[in-house]
């Protein structure tokens, strides 16, 4: 089973831009659906962005300033974050599912599996 590990999350000052990685432990993401999360204190899980075999797929907060990608060797999956406001600031999450086995990857509800996640903090 794929194990999932995030990485990359620091503190920035608004404005700037961070990309985070999740690696896939033991697996590669090729029978999965890959989605990028974040969560604030008090809240559900928020989806970002997904990667299926459709291609990726964005939230409406995730648009314009957010992009996802993946390696050649398909096992790492990228978030790209730009203009970061503080409202950023949340621990962000990679998540799988298997692929077919969901109908919509950027529900929090439809993953099976996640990492631990990492901490963004924007600062104002």
């Known amino acids: 089973e794929v194990q999932l590990v995030e990485s990359g999350g620091k503190l920035v000052q608004a404005g700037e831009s961070l990309r985070l990685s999740c690696a896939a432990s033991g697996d590669t993401f090729d029978d999965y659906a890959v989605g990028w999360f974040r969560q604030v204190p008090g809240e559900g899980r928020q989806g970002l962005s997904c990667?299926?075999?459709?291609?990726?797929d964005y939230s409406d907060s995730a648009k314009g300033r957010f992009t996802m990608s993946i390696n050649n060797a398909r096992d790492t999956v990228f978030l790209e974050m730009r203009r970061l406001k503080p409202e950023d600031t949340a621990v962000y999450y990679c998540?799988?599912?298997?692929?077919?086995?969901?109908?919509?990857?950027?529900?929090?509800?439809?993953?099976?599996?996640w990492g631990k996640g990492t901490l963004v903090t924007v600062s104002s």
């Open positions: 998540a799988t599912v298997i692929e077919g086995d969901y109908n919509d990857c950027l529900q929090s509800y439809e993953m099976e599996r």
């Open positions: 990667l299926s075999t459709s291609g990726f």
